[in-house]
């Protein structure tokens, strides 16, 4: 099944002309799983993303599907349950894409630490039987000081005192999100990139009945009908609703940054304090030959399209790596790549954001005349932000809003939950189809609803990507590349090999060459930077190769998409801004 | 042993002419520990108190031996651990006060809930497990939502959801302060109360080396010496150290209030969120057909020497009790008694108080010049706070702290960790003494170390206190009494009804009558207030007999004590007083 810049121009057209039942605006992973779903319950089904699927924030995570352990340090036992049910589900329906890594947590006796080493080994064992893994291969287990130092010979030793290790799971989030799209393409949803919603457009009793949308490879705009819009926007949920309205969102931007592995060698991801007594947590995840470690959380109030990495973010990183890896001495020079994402965190909910700042006006003049102390200002500071609900608590969470229009709006939540926040919003959506438009949809059971790639048995998995490697082997790829293009496509592995019968494009390797190929057809990968950035991370980890073949990269794209030399040249001159700005070219030249 | 009045003369002619090894300033809780073990090291060792032994905050606690289950909801299992642990020694060492009472938790279902019902059931296994409480009689179990409501028909229905019970312990805060205190003088230290530390007096070298001290009663101003001078006085800690240091403690508030069981009645303690989202919980216990309830914690910045209950904290009680009682409608007027107490809080450490106050000031301004949103306030507000230490999360912590002029301070802590706060000051005590002063002094084990009434058994609590209220019984006094007196007293009861063999005085029952003359010649109750609050606890929860019994008790303690009419009419008034002021008359009178 072609899914391409071909099949998006036939989209298009029948998005114009049909009434859906469903139009899903936003192609992040909540948008991804949604539109899965509602096309699975046998909802008419569009979706559509200003950008390329993922782009904003669904490929800027830590890169896990996080079970969330930091979350029993306030005992929220049952956000943790439900996340490690969900990562079982996850790894159920997209069995090729999360893989477990069990995390070493050294643990530090310094004031502010999350757990101290008794601590660690209860919230391990409950996250253990909260996770209902039994004792054997991914059971926890504690280290002492010497064990951990053992591992990761140079961690910092002082106030070390030893460590556990528990299991979590890498992901890779844009091929989540792109596997669940592509599968929803499959089966029917009419999906398209690179169109963006302007504005909802209300019919005459000021009910929602579609949006106008923007196409930003033709510059057409036109209409897209649909009985329920469901807004999974992300960050730019607040955007699509009534400007009059609250706030849903208060966005937080996370900054993660990767070295070579020659600079700050870990064996295995790592999670420790940020020993800077501020709460924080900090991942270091190895991965292909580099290392990489993130993430901050920082009000964010910037330009939504286009968060960046800061020179306040790199200094934070680096005095945390620096801190806990003292012989490293990371620095600035060392950054390889980056990137930073924006979490579409819930604003505290307006019944408790009313805060009554009159006290605090009156009290900073008196503290400006000298009639009030330093400490009485503090003591109602801290009143006042315990009134002012506490988002790191309340963040993670996820609301399904139905606008006054009648618009939904998934808000919140995190990448983990994602097929969970979907449910909730297609349970209403049937509700209303049938009540509201009396369309019959059919229950389905969304944790059995396996993605694009995802079609092998999950018990099985090891095996299951052996034998895919042993397929592209077969056709003539070297055993490494084999590896990581099973990983990559899984069992979509035949149908990517096929475009390898037609021999290597200039420049690049047989299986780039159907990697590529495969994505611009099948993924629709429709510029350099998706294929690069999401459809592969070239440009994350591994810098060094996407310099060499970015070229290569868009003349075979050029060719397959039919590109003249100007728009061959925009590609190009685009990617190469992207991988500039992923190194970070301007903030070394300003603080180097 | 006596320890009365006329003992007290002694001591006090003992103490200005000793050079002590130890002199604890502060009779409360920690100060009648720290005398005990110090004593039984071997140290020469006097104790002061300028009022009645735990008079200022150690009689005036929510009365339970806590294991802090809430502690558990930001995960710190070591505290908890720690407090449980503690819990069984004191239940070791002074077998006849605390006694089991298993708590109810009842859960709501409702924003800012402390526990869901999974995570309770968690929270509670955890609890037993770090109690090391086998299954059996006391391990948690679960109720559902009706069972809450069999056992509690007048709690509030709207969301409850279930409940669970786990074990807790019911405490006599001032019994376990004069157990501790009797001991101590047992075995040889100089104990004296109503002798107020008015300086420390130093050597020409700076170290500390005595105190000035006034002996309320004589009104006489004398010098104390001691080679190390052990600051015990809570909330008052600050006072006796240097006037420019940083203050240490920044106490808070806490109120309780009884009513009778006909107004508001329990089956057993119960323990809830405040349901007013602040993040609290609230006690309410049953006791001797009365029920209590508490607690406040509000900062506090009046007169450290006398805390009362306020018109807010009356509202904030009755408020949370009739949001879970509805039907009780408890007001002001229900209030039979209630006692206001000052937690000696450990204030946030120096480093992390300083918050620059400059950005709010200039945010505050621009916001009175709408140059900015609410938003950005209270982000700000928020990011203070974060800087400033949560006191919540660290102030239940203690600190042994040496001062420059070498007095040694015990600040924060709570109540359960008293053998432990005396533990470590008496370790660096004993060290000093040896290195600084070659004073050879005696490891001890002061959990093994019981104190006075419970030389007994702790294995066998309740047949020796049968045993013990038999000989009452035997000495003729009813039986219902004669648990009492086997409560309060221990296996001092043989001691105690020696004071019955003369018969009872004028207006008391014979047990009244000996336990009076015992707590005034081996107890040190030297005014009725000592005998009527803390030796026994009639003001607080049997204030209709303590109304009968106030003049018969006045006349009884003039005969033994020798009162002339002036000092004797005087005593009765003071007594009246703080009967008064528990009773809330004032407030009454304002808000009725």
Redesign the interface.
């Known amino acids: 099944m072609t899914f391409s810049l071909q099949t998006r121009r036939n989209t298009i057209t029948q998005l114009k002309r049909t009434d859906l039942d469903v139009l899903i605006i936003g192609g992040g992973i909540t948008g991804a799983g949604a539109a899965l779903q509602s096309i699975a319950s046998g909802a008419k089904t569009g979706l559509i993303d200003m950008g390329d699927f993922g782009s904003g924030t669904s490929s800027r995570s830590t890169k896990l599907v996080h079970g969330g352990i930091r979350y ?7 956000v943790v ?1 439900d996340t490690v049910q969900e990562r079982a589900r996850i790894a159920n329906v997209a069995p090729h894409i999360p893989h477990p890594a069990p995390m070493l947590m050294p643990i530090y006796q310094e ?1 502010g630490a999350t ?2 080493l ?2 660690a080994e ?2 391990m064992d ?1 996250y253990d039987r909260l996770a209902n893994i039994q004792q054997g291969q991914y059971a926890h287990y504690m280290l002492d000081r010497e064990a951990v130092l053992a591992r990761i010979p140079n961690l910092a030793e002082q106030h070390l005192i030893g460590g556990g290790v528990y299991l979590d799971y890498i992901n890779n989030d844009a091929r989540l999100v792109i596997e669940n799209i592509k599968e929803a393409d499959e089966l029917g949803a009419m999906v398209a990139s690179h169109l963006e919603a302007l504005e909802v457009i209300h019919a005459d009793n000021g009910k929602a009945i579609g949006v106008k949308v923007h196409d930003h490879l033709s510059g057409e705009v036109f209409t897209i009908h649909a009985k329920i819009l469901l807004n999974t926007t992300g960050p730019w949920a607040d955007d699509l609703r009534h400007s009059e309205d609250q706030p849903l969102l208060r966005p937080t931007k996370g900054v993660h940054l990767v070295v070579d592995d020659s600079v700050l060698f870990v064996p295995q991801p790592i999670y420790f304090d940020s020993g800077l ?3 924080r947590m900090i991942f270091v995840i190895p991965r292909a030959g580099k290392t990489y470690f993130g993430t901050t959380d920082t ?1 964010y109030q910037g330009d939504l399209k286009h968060p960046t990495v800061a020179i306040d973010d790199v200094d934070y990183l680096l005095n945390v790596i620096n801190i806990r890896f003292p012989e490293a001495q990371v620095s600035l020079s060392n950054i390889e790549a980056s990137w930073a994402g924006l979490r579409p965190l819930l604003a505290p909910p307006t019944s ?2 009313h ?1 009554d ?1 009159q006290p ?2 009156d009290l ?1 003049h008196q ?2 005349a000298g009639a009030t102390t ?2 009485q ?3 109602l ?2 009143d ?3 009134k ?1 609900a ?2 790191s608590t309340v963040s993670r969470g996820y609301e399904v809003i139905s606008e006054p229009d009648g618009m939904l709006t998934i808000a919140g939540g995190k990448l983990t939950d994602y097929r969970k926040m979907a449910e909730s919003a297609i349970t209403v959506i049937r509700e209303r189809l049938l009540t509201e438009h009396g369309v019959h949809t059919s229950q389905i059971d969304s944790t059995h609803l396996q993605v694009s790639g995802g079609h092998f048995d999950p018990s099985t998995v090891l095996d299951s990507l052996d034998y895919f490697a042993r397929l592209a082997e077969d056709a003539g790829i070297p055993r490494t590349q084999a590896h990581q293009l099973a990983q990559r496509f899984g069992s979509n592995i035949g149908r990517v090999l096929r475009y390898a019968q037609s021999g290597a494009a200039p420049g690049l390797s047989l299986g780039e060459t159907a990697s590529l190929r495969y994505s611009v057809f099948e993924e629709m990968a429709l510029t350099p930077v998706d294929y690069m950035l999401r459809r592969t991370n070239l440009i994350l980890f591994h810098a060094d190769t996407a310099e060499n073949i970015a070229g290569p990269v868009v003349a075979e794209m050029a060719r397959l998409l039919e590109w003249d030399d100007l728009e061959t040249e925009a590609q190009l001159q685009r990617l190469l801004n992207v991988m500039s700005e992923s190194a970070l070219t301007t903030l070394k030249r300003e603080h180097q």
């Open positions: 029993l340090k306030t005992f929220d036992v049952t349950a004031p757990f101290d008794f601590a209860l919230a409950l007594q501020d709460g009000d408790n954001t805060v700042l605090l006006v900073i503290f400006e330093q400490s200002v503090e003591a500071i801290a006042l932000a315990k002012h506490a988002p």
